[in-house]
């Protein structure tokens, strides 16, 4: 098959490079055992570009993000940097990408594998076999929102201003990614607000609806204002299937949602773009977690997170449904044989390295593929 699939991989700082090391090893699986290839090249975010170029990311690698068909990034940032002022952080790589691939829509799935069930803070039965996505919108709402700022007050005292603020197509485009995402799952979606205390909300509310009557009648549509959602999150988080929310409830309510799974060494995410005239999306993959330094070196990080950011490109970027399966299959398998890294480990299982968990994933995909 000819080599038309371009990925940017990013490993960044830290146990970035450690964890993208097992996302080579399943790409090269994929490519000797299933034909599919991918024309990858490879570039420095965050500390690592800074050390080698004086910046967190070069126009060069700007310009191959754009230029590629998804953005797999490891993590970046830690100590090194700490000191250096705002402007120049190695997290401004990251922001940079976000900002100028305009990624509007962030996915986050809260998936339970059985073999971790138990590793929750909640009650097994509650979360046994959950699979959830939340996607909150990422480039507008009140972290965006003018006017916002500190202002000294006539008085005395301050007054501190974020404004949170929403226009119709920004309400419709990240509402358009749930009621497609959710057509290829369970066809309901969840819309999230305030509209009982927010404006922005009524609007949030009205337009979801308004989309959802005109073009996804057939999908399921229910509407939950954000507290109560927190709350049913922990209560019965099996009812929801699509969340979709906005920039602010979103942050919080997929923190809370993926803490259901028990662990940030498992937890991916994607970041879309708007579809261009070929229907083709600019995508960041990247695993939740930071860069770890604690751990950096060691061996010992979670490479399951970046792996299953990896099928999530597979499935949203380029529609290989199959392949994003496997890879998820085998990760189930690795889990159930026991094997853990130490993030996740558990009385009587076996601790394994980064490298040797990566291996085992792709042994598994060997076993899945026959
Ligand atoms: P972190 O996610 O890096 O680490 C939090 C804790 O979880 C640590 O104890 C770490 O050892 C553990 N952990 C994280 N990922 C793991 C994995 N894959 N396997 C095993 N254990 C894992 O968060 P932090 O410590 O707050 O931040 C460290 C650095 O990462 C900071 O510079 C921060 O700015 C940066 N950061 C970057 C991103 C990103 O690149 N998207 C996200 C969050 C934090």
């Given at each position: 098959m000819a080599a038309n699939k371009k990925l940017l991989i990013l490993p960044g700082d830290g146990i970035g490079p450690e964890v993208m090391a097992e996302v080579s090893r399943v790409i090269d699986w994929l490519d000797a055992k299933r034909r599919v290839t991918f024309e990858v090249s490879e570039g420095l975010v965050g500390g690592a570009s800074i050390d080698a170029h004086g910046t967190p990311l070069t126009e060069e690698t700007m310009a191959e993000a754009?230029?590629?068909?998804?953005?797999?990034?490891?993590?970046?940032?830690?100590?090194?940097?700490?000191?250096?002022?705002?402007?120049?952080?190695?997290?401004?790589?990251?922001?940079?990408?976000?900002?100028?691939?305009?990624?509007?829509?962030?996915?986050?799935?809260?998936?339970?594998?059985?073999?971790?069930?138990?590793?929750?803070s909640l009650k097994t039965e509650v979360v046994r076999g959950l699979d959830i996505l939340i996607i909150r919108e990422l480039t507008g709402g009140i972290?965006?929102?003018?006017?916002?700022?500190?202002?000294?007050?006539?008085?005395?005292?301050?007054?501190?201003?974020?404004?949170?603020?929403?226009?119709?197509?920004?309400i419709r485009r990240v509402a358009r990614v749930a009621f497609e995402l959710a057509g290829k799952r369970s066809n309901r979606v969840c819309s999230v607000e305030k509209a009982n205390v927010m404006e922005s909300g009524v609007l949030w509310r009205q337009e979801v609806q308004a989309l959802h009557d005109e073009e996804y009648p057939d999908l399921e549509l229910s509407h939950m204002y954000a507290d109560n959602c927190a709350m049913q999150l922990v209560r019965e988080p099996k009812q929801f299937d699509v969340i979709v929310t906005?920039?602010?409830?979103?942050?919080?309510?997929?923190?809370?949602?993926?803490?259901?799974?028990?662990?940030?060494?498992?937890?991916?995410?994607?970041?879309?773009?708007?579809?261009?005239?070929?229907?083709?999306?600019?995508?960041?993959?990247?695993?939740?977690?930071?860069?770890?330094?604690?751990?950096?070196?060691?061996?010992?990080?979670?490479?399951?997170?970046?792996?299953?950011?990896?099928?999530?490109?597979?499935?949203?970027?380029?529609?290989?449904?199959?392949?994003?399966?496997?890879?998820?299959?085998?990760?189930?398998?690795?889990?159930?044989?026991?094997?853990?890294?130490?993030?996740?480990?558990?009385?009587?299982?076996?601790?394994?390295?980064?490298?040797?968990?990566?291996?085992?994933?792709?042994?598994?995909?060997?076993?899945?593929?026959?």
């Open positions: 754009h230029s590629v068909d998804a953005v797999l990034m490891g993590a970046c940032g830690g100590p090194e940097w700490d000191d250096l002022p705002f402007e120049q952080k190695p997290e401004r790589g990251l922001l940079r990408l976000r900002k100028e691939m305009d990624l509007f829509a962030n996915l986050r799935p809260a998936v339970v594998f059985d073999a971790l069930a138990d590793a929750s972290y965006f929102g003018e006017p916002r700022g500190i202002e000294d007050l006539p008085g005395g005292g301050r007054r501190g201003i974020n404004t949170q603020v929403y226009t119709t197509d920004e906005d920039n602010l409830f979103g942050d919080m309510l997929s923190d809370e949602a993926s803490m259901l799974t028990g662990s940030l060494g498992m937890l991916p995410s994607a970041s879309l773009g708007p579809e261009d005239s070929s229907g083709r999306r600019k995508a960041l993959y990247e695993p939740v977690h930071g860069s770890a330094p604690d751990i950096t070196g060691k061996g010992i990080a979670n490479p399951l997170a970046s792996v299953l950011s990896f099928a999530m490109a597979l499935r949203y970027s380029f529609e290989l449904d199959e392949d994003a399966a496997l890879i998820e299959g085998a990760v189930e398998d690795v889990l159930a044989a026991g094997l853990r890294t130490a993030d996740i480990m558990q009385p009587g299982k076996e601790r394994v390295s980064t490298a040797a968990m990566g291996e085992a994933i792709t042994a598994a995909m060997d076993g899945r593929a026959g």
